[in-house]
């Protein structure tokens, strides 16, 4: 009798007492996780087909290549002893990730050919959403009345737009004679109307030896077309150190009338 109760205590306690475990089996183990496919789209179509249109999404949403040319004054100059006429420019080519740049300017004045003019091609990449780093050679052409030839430079610089939209750039040139010199620019659109836009411009130039010179100016444009827009202004240029030693105008006072265009 206590045996007997001792055996149902230990039945309820135990509720597997009894039972043959033998013949349990092992619960089955978890069904690994489906293969998703990466694209669903390729479920449904054919991948190659898919690729091709990725492909080609890229290139319309910022993997493609882009170039533009673009004359940022084609002046003439109205001033006090002989005119002249300047231009300046620049042209690139590439992708987000890096460009080609070739930039050109000069100045000829009247009666005597041209004073200056020079050529860089330029290597770009970006440094941030509004700013590139530039490296590569410029080439500077002599002028008539100096007997000596072009002058070749290494080139390293940046491009940008700063805060409050202002277009800024500046670099630093290693000559083939070893000597260094630099520039920097700076301009700003005031919108003044949808098409008509006041453009405040300065520009300074040191040369080798404590040369250098300084240029602002002052260009009023109306844009016929984003494209295509003619301006007139007034320029002020003044010379420091050597370079008014040698004969250079000290300062000179210009009015403007040109065209602004790009594609």
Known sequence: MILDLQHEQHQAADPHAGHDMGSMKPAAEAAPPPVVTPRAADRLFDPKAMAAARAQLM?????????TVRADQLEYRSRKGADAQAFEGEAWWGTDAGKWVVKARGERIDGEGWEKGEAELLKAWPIGP???LQAGVRYDLAPPKLSKGGRSYAAVGFEGLAPYWFEVQGAAYLSDRGDVSARAEASYDLRLTQKLILQPRVETDLAEAGAATLEGGLRLRYEITREFA????????????????AGERAGSTAVVIGVRAWR
């Open 59 to 67: 290139v319309e949403h910022g993997g493609g290549s882009f170039w």
């Open 130 to 132: 509004y700013f590139d």
């Open 230 to 245: 003619p301006y007139v202004g007034v320029v002020r240029e003044r010379a420091f150190g050597p370079a008014v030693v």
